[in-house]
């Protein structure tokens, strides 16, 4: 037993990007900007009060310049988030970028990934818009949303891939399919909705649960350069002091 | 992708955040609540297949002081096996270092939350008389709580009173507590509890006037008093306690704490004294605001010298008899005579008028 209550499996994202291993960093931006490419658009979309097609390409061309110029590589944890980092990163690039006007040519051509900006677009519909002066707080929402969303997508891959279908389900009708403001099915509801024993109804949930927190953990982990940093971020997006 | 609400988003959040129990036989269902020191789970107990509320300590250290309070906390409960103390099944370590205790699944409502209302007098007196009978059980033990107030009581539905979160509860004497018990090893369990009292810092919860405070001072600012607040905790003892039942007793008379916010509340209670209870709400009988002030006196000479004695004088007003805190006067004593006998009083009238008809339709 210690005392770390975190697990470190996955080696940092943000420390690989600068690995001189060409592999190895191309994964970690992958890494990176599947992790941060919405929350980007949407503060560039909200914050720079850009119109969708300028937010894309102002989007792709930020990461197209991060690769290029592998500017993450000059990220120091001991001075602040790797978040407050890159939306430093972003506000730069977009300021300069208004100046030069010469986005289109830079950002537009570099299309580094196939990042869904409709889907994005969607979502900003749907939400209601952030308070006004409350954009850092709104891009650290997003970016706890984006982790989640990515977390809950690598738990459905590992869950169908172990062949635990029904915890898969359970968990997601337990935790997702509810409405925003009624309280949770009680285990008894499922228990008879799925044919199950509530005790089954129990344990299942306990196992997805236990599956899905290593998920997140994994990913914060990933998203992370320091173990200090891990900790702080896991503090902050579970709501307990790892210390 | 599916895109998550913020409601859906706040549901993963709470589902990554319970504890892992998986070594253990008991399975988190939800949360309850949080404090300062520990979060408590509804859990599932797979053994004997019932539900039991789990603390488990905000912060991994095992090996630290904090896993040494909450395993105190426990060791000092499990000592105390009263009606109105919830007694605790299980004390574990989780994988993570942090420490966990099973207890009795509590179900009702916080006597801050059912105070007021439709509540009347009476039933407030006669909740709060199970308190101090709790409390008093607890200083017969030699344990005096140090944190009493109405967030840390459970009123149940069928009126049963708890009194909850013994973290800073403090051994006041071993070998006092010891002659209480009657187990064999109860010398050496309590003095190790004793020695463990020479932690006095928790990890601060953050926010409302009603959190405990970590640090030097221990307890809640609105209802701790002086010696307490100015941080002597040498000269604490069962008077402490009963001061903090008098705050109590004030929070239930007038629906607010004697000392409002947060952080003057130390100063407040370290130096003056609340607003009496009558300027409130003049309709508060004044033994009760008596036997209220008197536990709340500045000075502990000046208190009850027991919850017990507390307890005493709150049946003896809900009786109808005189209070000790309470010197009453002449007109005084025959309104309470009156009250206490009014079914004797009305049928003595009753005969009477009757008489005088009998006397008149007669005469005629």
Same mark, same amino acid.
């Given at each position: ?135 850092? &707080? ?7 949303? *984006?982790?989640?969303?990515? !977390? @809950?997508? =690598?738990?459905?891959? %590992? ?62 982990? &990933? ?7 891990? *900790?702080?971020?896991?503090? !902050? @997006?579970? =709501?307990?002091?790892? %210390? | ?83 109105s ?37 009476y039933d407030m007196l006669r909740i709060f008389q199970k308190v101090c009978e709790a409390v008093a ?22 009126g049963?009173v ?83 039942l008098?705050?109590i007793l004030?929070?239930l ?35 009760i605001?008596?036997i ?15 919850a017990a004695?507390m307890a005493a004088d709150v049946v003896r007003f809900l009786d ?45």
């Open positions: 037993m210690g005392n770390d209550r975190f697990p470190v499996t996955r080696l940092s994202a943000i420390v690989a990007a600068s690995s001189a291993n060409q592999e190895e960093r191309t994964r970690a931006f992958e890494a990176l900007v599947s992790a941060y490419w919405m929350p980007v658009y949407k503060y560039v979309r909200i914050k720079w009060n850009k119109p969708s097609e300028d937010a894309r390409d102002l989007t792709q061309g930020f990461f197209a310049e991060a690769i290029e110029k592998n500017f993450f590589a000059r990220f120091d944890p001991s001075k602040a988030k790797f978040r407050t980092f890159l939306r430093t990163c972003l506000d730069g690039f977009v300021a300069n970028e208004n100046k030069a006007a010469s986005r289109i040519k830079r950002g537009g051509d570099a299309t580094i990934l196939s990042l869904d900006f409709d889907g994005a677009e969607e979502q900003l519909r749907i939400a209601a818009p952030p308070a006004a002066g409350a954009i850092d &707080e709104y891009f650290e929402k997003e970016w706890a949303r *984006r982790v989640f969303s990515l !977390a @809950l997508e =690598g738990f459905r891959a %590992q869950m169908l891939g172990a062949g635990k279908e029904t915890h898969l389900q359970l968990f997601e009708r337990y935790v997702l399919d509810a409405e925003d403001d009624a309280p949770k099915t009680s285990y008894k509801a499922l228990a008879a909705e799925f044919d199950l024993s509530t005790t089954n109804v129990t344990n299942y949930l306990a196992l997805a649960r236990r599956e899905f927190r290593r998920i997140v953990l994994e990913k914060l982990r &990933e998203l992370t350069a320091t173990d200090e940093e891990f *900790r702080r971020e896991a503090r !902050a @997006l579970l =709501g307990v002091d790892p %210390q | 992708m599916r895109w998550l609400s913020d409601n859906a988003v706040e549901r993963l959040r709470e589902e990554a955040d319970l504890p892992d129990l998986g070594g253990s036989k008991y399975l988190v269902l939800h949360k309850l609540g949080s404090g300062g020191m520990g979060t408590v789970y509804l859990a599932q107990d797979v053994d004997l297949g019932r539900k039991v509320a789990v603390k488990v300590m905000n912060v991994a250290d095992s090996a630290g002081a904090l896993a040494s309070r909450m395993m105190r906390e426990a060791r000092i409960v499990a000592l105390l096996e009263h009606p103390i919830v007694p605790i099944h299980d004390v574990g370590a989780l994988d993570d270092g942090r420490v966990f205790y099973a207890m009795k699944l509590v179900q009702g409502k916080r006597l801050d939350q059912s105070a007021g209302g439709a509540a009347s007098l059980f607890a200083h017969t033990r030699g344990v005096i709580h140090r944190d009493l107030k109405p967030e840390n009581i459970m009123v149940g539905p069928f049963e708890l009194v909850m979160d013994w973290g800073v509860a403090k051994v006041l004497s071993a070998g006092r507590a010891e002659a209480a018990l009657t187990s064999g090893d109860a010398s050496a369990e309590l003095s190790a509890i004793e020695d463990a009292d020479l932690i006095e810092t928790l990890p601060l919860a953050a926010g409302s006037p009603g959190d405990t405070s970590g640090g030097t001072i221990i307890g809640t600012p609105a209802y701790m008093p002086p010696e307490q607040a100015r941080g002597q905790t040498e000269l604490l003892d069962e008077r402490s306690d009963v001061y903090a008098g705050a004030y929070f008379l007038t629906g607010r704490p004697p000392y409002e916010s947060g952080r003057d509340a130390g100063e407040q209670a370290g130096s003056r004294r609340p607003v009496r209870p009558r300027q409130t709400d003049p309709k508060i009988p004044r033994a605001e008596a209220c002030l008197k536990a709340m006196s500045e000075s502990c000479e000046d208190r009850y010298a027991s004695g109808g008899d005189p209070v000790s805190a309470y010197r009453e006067n002449i007109f005084e004593k025959a309104g309470r005579w009156l009250r206490k006998n009014r079914f004797l009083v009305l049928l003595i009238l009753a005969y009477l008028i009757m008489r005088l008809i009998v006397f008149f339709s007669v005469g005629r």
